[in-house]
């Protein structure tokens, strides 16, 4: 084998490693870091939804409160996604644009008879 080859090798696989791989592991980081340090009245969002406050924190567990009348869960720490309540990605100023949209004109019903 060439040596270019092999300098070129290791220079991809560094590549991928500060593109792929390193960024990943510091996003697993910061994520196990915020489940480690749920507390008592944190309000979370589950990876599937479901938004309450922390009651109590488990060494594996937490249980929360879903709603005023008290309807309690108990979810692993590995399924809590955000701390607080997650928002949609759709800014609020397209939103407001879709709602606007002004509606077609339309025929009255006598008229379209006629023709």
């Given at each position: 084998m060439d040596a270019s080859f092999l300098i070129m090798l290791v220079v991809f696989m560094l590549i991928m490693y500060f593109?792929?791989?390193r960024p990943e592991n510091k996003r697993k980081?910061?994520?196990?870091?915020?489940?480690?340090?749920?507390?008592?009245?944190?309000?979370?969002?589950?990876i599937g939804g479901i938004v309450g406050k922390i009651v109590m924190v488990n060494k594996d567990t937490i249980i929360i409160?879903?709603?005023?009348?008290?309807?309690?869960?108990?979810?692993t720490k590995w399924a809590v996604s955000t701390v607080g309540v997650q928002s949609s990605e759709q800014p609020e100023e397209k939103k407001g644009?879709?709602?606007?949209l002004p509606e077609e004109p339309t025929e009255p019903a006598d008229e379209a008879e006629e023709k």
């Open positions: 593109m792929m791989i980081k910061k994520a196990q870091e915020m489940r480690d340090s749920l507390k008592k009245g944190d309000v979370i969002t589950s409160e879903t709603s005023e009348d008290r309807v309690r869960m108990e979810l644009k879709e709602e606007a």
